[in-house]
Each structure stands twice: as structure tokens, then as C-alpha cells.
């Protein structure tokens, strides 16, 4: 079962997305900075950030307890995995058999579980509200999410990641109409689950228009930094599940070694657009209020039941 | 020697009995019936988890007892399916018993040794239960359970409250009994032969079997806690003491699973399939209103109630899959599905228990219920909190706990559904499976709830200052429980092999032995799914380690404590957390329309301010109320029957028995 390629490529993923995932949200933000006519920061800012953070001590408050303290380090473990389950490079990769598309839903859930906690654990107002109102996104991204990775599951006849990819990447060039809807509900979960405009904004500390921030706000030193990481790994593995779903093209079957190696920078390009693309959709639409929040993912929810249905009658 | 697995369960039952008829010898002291009954009742627990545990692979064994009515004995049975539920009431038991040997106190209603009495009537009876085989045997272990449970749950009796909770218990408890005697009647179809093997035996056309499983399902479906029949469960699972809410939520409800599964797969043996898609509608409509009404209570003990009447719409559903697929012939499916409800009948013992038992926990060191008044308990009560932290990420069904593997069967099981010969049903299951990951999200959002107002945060109130952790023999009954949540979540495939005996001989099929080794979970191909949560624990440790150690290499370990940022505001307090309303305002919000709501806004120039807010099942309107009327109604014509002369009585029954007389010549 274990092939060489597959350790390589399993390696290779996680380094690339534990090292790179803080670029990608270094590129959205340039772009976003470019978009809205302002002077970008560099592509490296936050490497510049999480080394700042990283070596500042931390300031913990009073009756922070041990699950506050070991928070951030479950959270940043959970992504991780979460990025090494998602095949990007080659679909040979020995944790898949570990954990299918159910179980990474179940990854990402446990580490806003833990998020969640953290932040009501000091027992400070913003905390306990960002928590709520993450809990509120969540409760209704989840469930969006895994329809849409059910559809891809209905198609391939599998819940593995690179059993579907494998499909998708491999059938003839036709347009499914349930991976379209699916495509729309995707790209409305991932932008509620990343803190993005229009469901939270990344970049304000106003109370009533932050839900992740909120949560973080006790956060300080090593501890920040390993949560602003994860952060930035949710993106990315958000960013790579779009592309294993919808732009399954590039990436190397088993045994393949020269399709390892150009799988990189096809990764990358996939991976710049798709930021690029991000930040437009941030740029042109406004911050909605929260009690809009759950219509907004209901929508979402709903399309993803529409492209499972659409499925079962139309290509079933 | 060769010991007989059967007479060895009744052997244990009896155990139980004498146990805690032992308690009667001296009724007030709490020694006796703590520190020696309980104990004793735990290792009889373990000694019947045992037993059941290596008969799951031998064939059924039958007895007859020299017990009962003349021409009347009481018949017994031990099969795999009897064995499972065999081991996880032992299993269980085992855990709450430890835990209630340092729970009970002294001068809490009934007398120590009274309760102790009840509870291993419970228990022995729940035991007999799940081995009796004529329908005779059945009703009298039925009805032991009913009503010793119901002494129990009042325990307490001094509050009205909680006798009226009893009360409502008690009733639906009988009007569920007596649909399964009915069901039991239509089974042996005329025979006059009541015992279970007989039922087997017949082949009842389809008009019949019909009545009969929508009896069965309307009985169990009473006990069990499926909507629109699960009023009392909310009431008497916090009008109980905590251990024995957890024996009835994990154990008790199980009776009622164990039941449907007998009737419907076992006496009537062929199930038609549009049975499962009724079983799956309600188990549905049951798993996402328990779970939404669980995210607006402001009791810990009623939210977990809620949370049991979600968990056993879950298990219904997976009973109503396994239906439709058994219906269509779809024979490994239909294993599967069955494997799916088994396990979460398992799991759902396991992490309920648990969770129940923390709030007692809590219940005792804090002398308080309601979640607006606790708050920070992680740091006096760690035990207590890190046992429940266990529990709440089980019973949100995230991995590698033992919550997941069941929904990912559970879920693999809606997935196959395409191959379903009726169109219409194609379209309607994957719905289904959008509402099971809705209720399975949700989970998430009440478990953060739960554990983040009851253990996180400041303490809600001065007197949480003196919260005191577990005493030892609660510690080791929580132990042991989050011990089997983990353990279940990480060795799946061996449970799995466990319960393909279970499935071979109600469904033809078993996945045990499809299973691709011991490390990868993959029930059918594993090219289709897989999952293995040792590899995934290994996995995530790994990271985390990996994380930790890096940081205090290439960086430091440096730490300060200050006073909270919160965004550089000096003033807040504990007052200022979000409390358990504010925590459920979303999910009420989004789910509006199951709520009856009654809201009192006070005036813009109020003096004194005052918001109050009820939410109330909309069902009781609806059916219990209207029901509650026509009872009345009916009941004020009978009293024209009612002249308070005893000849006059003794005339109705003269003319009653010679009604009956005529009937039966």
C-alpha cells in the first residue's frame, strides 16, 4: 500500500502547505490592496508578522485555563492534517485511506470546536459572541460543505479524496450541471468559513462586525501566531478542496514522478488565480449585517441539496 | 466446566435483585448501600458485559424457567442480538454504579437503601428484558422497568414538579405498553401462543404484519423518545437523579431500539419497505427538533434530554434505512445500515452516560441546574471538566472519537441510496442525508454551548468559588466511561466484527469480515471509503508535537499572566458573558417556526426593565392538549356511570362478566 511517491508526495504536500499557506493570504491581501488602489504590502508580510509574534512573549490572562493554552496548538495540528488529506499534488497519498472526504469535514469541525472554546474560556463578552457567531457560520457551513463534497462523492461513486479527484481529473470534458451549483455553493461556504467579506471581514476589530477576530482577541505571542497560521492553512486547504473539485487538472496519478514535479507549479498558478479571484469577490461586495449571515448560508445549503438532487435525476 | 452463558445472565439478574434487596435491611444507612450494594451491583455489571461479550458468537440458547403463570412459563433467550444489548447494559451499568456508590447522599427524598432497592430492580429488569421470548415474560419485564424507573425518577418526590414529571412519564409509559401488547396479539394471529418462537414461526400476511409494526413502532417509539411522543423525556430526565438519568438515557432507551429491532427484523422477519421510509421520517423529524430544542434550553440535564431525543432519531433513522434496504433485498446494505445503528446505539450509551453523570457532578458541588449560573468549573473541577470535554466532542460526532465512526457509517449508508429501485425515493434520501449533516453540525453548536457556559469562562455566581472536584468512586465511573469513548472511536473494525454476527442473522449479511485489516475502517470497498482513526490520531498528535516542540526550539517558552485584554475594556465582569439564552439566540432565530414564543419586551421608558422570554414545544398545542380535552370530555360522560353505591358497582361487573361470557363461548 505504502509506495515511495506516495511518502514523497505526502511529505511534499504538507511541507508546501504549512510553509506556503501564509503566502496565499500574503497574495489576497496584496491583491486586495491592489483592487482597492492602495499601496500593497509585500508578498512576505506575514512570515514578517508570525516572526514578530512568534518571538514576543505571551500575555495570558489570569484564569486562563490549560484548554486556552493548548488550543492553538490542536487547531494549527487539525489544519495541518486537514492539508496533508487534500490531494493537490498527486492523488498517491498514504493518509488518504486515513481520512476520507467525511472525516475532513470532521477535521475542520473539530479544530472550530476547539477555536470555539478557546475563545469563550477567559469568559471576556467579545469572546463568548465570536464564539457563538462562529458556531452560528459553522453550523450551517458544515453541513453545505459536505453536500458538496457528496455530489463529487455521487459522481465518483466515493467519499475518497483522490478516488474523486481521480475521476474528475480523468472522464471526458463535460460540464456537470450539479458540480455547477455545487461550484456556487462552494465558493459561498468557503467565504463564510474563512472570514471574508461579506460574512466577516479580516482586517477590522469593529465588535459588531467581527466573529473571528472576536474570538481570538485573548490571544497573544507564540499562541497568536499558531492561530493566525492556521488561519492562513484553513485558506489554503479551503483554496485546494475548490481546485480538487472543480479544476481537478494537473495533478499526477500514481507512480507518476515528472507529473509530481510539474504538479507544483500548475499548483501555484491555480492557486494565484484563485486568490486573485478571492480578492475581487471581497473587493466587490460590502460586509453584510450577521443576522443576514444565516440566510446567506442557508442559500448556500440549499444549492448544495439542489446539486445532489440534479445529480440523482438528471445524471443518475 | 463449561458455564452456560444464559443461566449465568439470569444468574446475574438475580444477583442484582438480591443486591438490592439487601438494601432493605437497613434502609437508612448509606454505607451499606454505597459503599458495599453499588460496588457489588458494578461487578455484577461487568460480570454480565462479560458473559454477553463471548456469547456474541455462539448460536441462540433457549430455556424454559420454572416460573410464571401454570401452563404459563416464562421462556428465555439468548441470541446475538440479546448479547449486544446484554453487553452494553453490563458495560454501562458498570461505569454509572461506581459513580452512584459516591454519589448518593443522605436525606434526598427516598432513603438510600430504597433506592438502592429500585435501581437494581431497574436494572435486573431492563436484563430480563432483553432475554425474555414469549410475549408474557416481556410485558411483566417491560412493566418492571416502567415502573421501578418511575420510582426512581421520583426520588425526589417532595417537589411537585417532580411528581408531575413523573406522572407524564408513567402515562406515556403505559399508553406505549399497551400498543405493544396489542402489537404481541397481532403477531400470534389467532394462535393463542405467545411465545416468540411461535411468532418466528408464522408468516402473517401483510395486512397484519403492517398493524403490528406500526404498533410496535408507536410503543417503542414511546419509550424510546420519537417525536411526537417524546414529551416526558425532557421532564423526567432532569427530575431524576443524575446516575439514573443516564441508566434511562443510555440504557433504557436502548430497551426500546432492542425491541423494534426484534419485532421488525426478527418475529416479523419481512419487513415491507415503505415501513422505512415512515421509520426514516420520524427519526429524521425527531433527530433535528431534538437537536434545535436542545440549543435553546437553559438546564443542563434538558438539554442533554433533548440531545438523547436527537441521538435517537438519529438511531431511527438508520433502523428505517436498514428497513427500506432489507425491503428491497438489498441484503449488505441493509447490513450496513443495521451496523450504523447498532454502533450509535453503542456509542450513544457510552457518551451520554458520561455527560449525564458530569452534571451530576456539577449538580452536587454547585447546587445548581440551570447553565445562567455556572461557569468557569474547568479550574475547580478539572477531573469532571476533562471527562466532559471527552464526552461533548464524542457526542458532536468529530473525530477520532467514537461519535464519528457511527454518523461516517451512518452516512456512508445514505450514500449508497442512488441504487434504490424507486425514483421518487432516490430524490428524497439525499435530502435525508443534507438533514443528518445538519443535525450532526448542530450537535457541534449545543455541545460549545454546553461545555463552554457550564466548565469556561468566569463563574456566573460567588458561590462556584467553592466547587469541589469528584470524590474517587465518581472519578473511576467517569473514567471508565470517556475510557470506552475512546476506545470505540479508535478500533472500529473490531467493534464492527463484534456486531456481524448481529447483522448476519437478522439481515442475512455481515460487513465484519469485508473489513480491509485491522487499521482501515472500509465497510464495503476500500477504494469507495476508508477510514482509520489510529492512523488519524497518530497523524494529529504527531503535527501537534511536532508544533509544540518547534516553537520551544527555534523560539522560547517565555509567559506572563495580566487582567483580560477584551479590546482594552477595564470594567467587565461575569455578568457580561454570553449566558445560555443569548448562546441559543441564533439557533432560535433560524429556526423560528418550531418555536412557540411568548416574549415580553418591556416598554422604551420602563422603570424597572424586566425581558422575559418562553419557548414551548409547539406540540403541546397542537396534539397533547387536544387529546388532553377529548379525554376530559370523554371522561365527564362516563361519570353519568358513577352513583357512589357499591350494589351498584357490583351490578356492572355482574353484566361486564356476562358480556365477556358470551364472547368468549
Known sequence: MLSLQGLVSQFAVLALAVLLAPMLTGWVNQCRAWLQNRSAPGLLQPYRVLTKLFSKEVVLAHNASPLFRSAPYAIFGCLALAAAIVPTLGTDLPLNAAADAIALVGLLALARLFIALAGMDVGTAFGSLGARREMLVGFLAEPALLMVLFTASLISSSTSLATIVQTLAHREFVIYPSMAFAGVAFTMVSLAENARIPVDNPATHLELTMIHEAMVLEYSGRHLALIEWAASLKLFVYSCIGLALFLPFGVAGPGDWVGLLVAMPVLGVKLAVGGFLLALIETLSAKMRIFRAPEFLGTAFLLAVLAMLVHVLLEG | ?665
Request: hydrophobic content about 55%; glycine content about 8%; some cysteine.
Open chain 2, 1 to 665: 466446566m463449561e458455564i452456560d452463558p444464559l443461566q449465568a445472565t439470569l444468574a446475574c439478574a438475580a444477583a442484582w435483585l438480591l443486591i438490592g434487596f439487601g438494601g432493605l435491611l437497613r434502609p437508612g444507612s448509606l454505607v451499606l448501600s454505597a459503599r458495599v450494594l453499588f460496588p457489588a451491583g458494578a461487578a455484577i455489571g461487568l460480570l454480565i458485559a462479560v458473559i454477553a461479550f463471548t456469547s456474541l458468537f455462539r448460536p441462540p440458547q433457549a430455556l424454559v424457567l420454572p416460573l410464571g403463570l401454570p401452563d404459563l412459563p416464562f421462556h428465555a433467550r439468548l441470541d446475538a442480538l440479546s448479547a449486544f444489548f446484554l453487553l452494553l447494559l453490563g458495560a454501562v451499568s458498570a461505569g454509572v454504579s461506581l459513580f452512584a456508590s459516591g454519589y448518593l447522599r443522605r436525606g434526598e427524598g427516598t432513603p438510600p437503601g430504597l433506592q438502592c432497592v429500585y435501581y437494581h430492580v431497574f436494572l435486573a429488569s431492563m436484563a430480563l428484558v432483553l432475554v425474555a421470548d414469549d410475549a408474557y415474560f416481556f410485558m411483566v419485564a417491560w412493566e418492571t422497568m416502567a415502573l421501578s424507573s418511575f420510582f426512581l425518577v421520583t426520588s425526589d418526590h417532595r417537589h411537585a414538579e417532580i411528581r408531575r414529571a413523573g406522572y407524564l412519564y408513567l402515562l406515556i409509559a403505559h399508553v406505549g405498553a399497551i400498543a405493544i401488547l396489542l402489537c404481541f396479539g397481532a403477531l400470534q394471529a389467532g394462535t393463542g401462543d405467545y411465545t416468540f418462537a411461535t411468532m418466528r414461526e408464522l408468516q402473517p400476511d401483510a395486512g397484519v404484519a403492517t398493524a403490528a409494526f406500526l404498533l410496535a413502532l408507536f410503543g417503542f417509539g414511546a419509550k424510546a423518545g420519537i417525536v411526537p411522543l417524546h414529551v416526558w423525556l425532557p421532564e423526567a430526565h432532569p427530575a431524576a437523579p443524575s446516575p439514573v438519568s443516564a441508566l434511562m438515557s443510555a440504557v433504557m432507551l436502548k430497551t426500546a431500539v432492542y425491541g423494534l429491532l426484534r419485532v421488525t427484523l426478527d418475529l416479523i422477519a419481512f419487513p415491507l419497505w415503505w415501513w422505512g421510509v415512515i421509520a426514516l421520517a420520524l427519526g429524521l423529524i425527531s433527530a433535528l427538533g431534538g437537536i434545535v430544542y436542545a440549543a435553546v434550553q437553559t438546564d443542563m440535564k434538558r438539554l442533554l434530554a433533548y440531545s438523547s431525543i436527537e441521538n435517537i432519531g438519529l438511531i431511527i433513522a438508520g433502523f428505517g434505512l436498514t428497513l427500506l434496504f432489507r425491503g428491497f433485498g438489498m441484503g449488505i446494505l441493509a447490513a450496513l445500515a443495521l451496523t450504523a445503528t447498532l454502533y450509535h446505539c453503542l456509542n450513544h450509551a457510552f457518551f451520554k452516560s458520561l455527560l449525564f453523570l458530569c452534571t451530576g457532578s456539577v449538580l452536587h458541588s454547585t447546587r445548581e441546574r440551570s447553565l445562567g449560573k455556572l461557569g468557569g468549573l474547568i479550574h475547580r473541577m478539572p477531573w469532571v471538566a476533562w471527562c466532559a470535554l471527552i464526552g461533548s466532542v464524542a457526542i458532536a460526532g468529530l473525530p477520532p472519537l467514537n461519535g464519528f465512526v457511527s454518523e461516517w457509517l451512518l452516512l456512508q449508508a445514505f450514500l449508497f441510496t442512488p441504487g434504490l429501485p424507486q425514483a421518487y425515493l432516490n430524490m428524497l434520501v439525499p435530502v435525508a442525508a443534507a438533514l443528518v449533516a445538519l443535525t450532526a453540525a448542530l450537535s457541534g453548536y449545543v455541545m460549545v454551548k454546553f461545555y463552554g457556559i457550564v466548565f469556561l469562562g468566569q463563574p456566573r455566581e460567588a458561590k462556584l468559588a467553592e466547587a469541589h472536584d469528584a470524590g474517587i468512586w465518581e472519578r473511576a465511573g467517569l473514567a471508565w466511561l470517556a475510557a470506552m469513548c475512546i476506545v470505540l472511536g479508535l478500533v472500529p473494525t473490531t467493534v464492527i466484527g463484534l456486531l456481524d454476527p448481529i447483522t448476519r442473522a437478522l439481515t442475512g449479511y455481515g460487513i465484519g469480515s469485508a473489513a480491509h485489516g485491522w487499521l482501515f475502517l472500509a465497510p464495503l470497498q476500500p477504494e469507495r471509503a476508508s477510514y482509520s482513526p489510529l492512523l488519524f490520531l497518530a497523524g494529529t498528535a504527531l503535527l501537534v508535537a511536532l508544533a509544540w516542540l518547534s516553537v520551544r526550539v527555534f523560539y522560547h517558552g517565555r509567559m506572563r499572566r495580566a487582567a483580560p485584554w477584551d479590546c482594552g475594556f477595564p470594567y467587565q465582569d461575569a455578568r457580561m458573558q454570553d449566558s445560555a439564552e443569548g448562546f441559543g439566540q441564533p439557533v432560535r432565530q433560524v429556526f423560528e417556526p418550531f418555536f412557540r414564543i411568548d416574549q415580553q419586551v418591556p416598554a422604551p421608558l420602563d422603570e424597572r426593565p424586566a425581558f422575559r422570554e418562553v419557548h414551548e414545544d409547539r406540540l403541546w398545542y397542537w396534539l397533547y392538549l387536544p387529546v388532553a380535552r377529548a379525554a376530559e370530555f370523554v371522561t365527564t360522560l362516563v361519570t353519568v356511570l358513577q352513583r357512589g353505591r357499591i350494589s351498584v358497582y357490583l351490578t356492572y361487573s355482574f353484566a361486564t362478566l356476562l358480556v365477556l361470557l358470551l364472547f368468549v363461548r
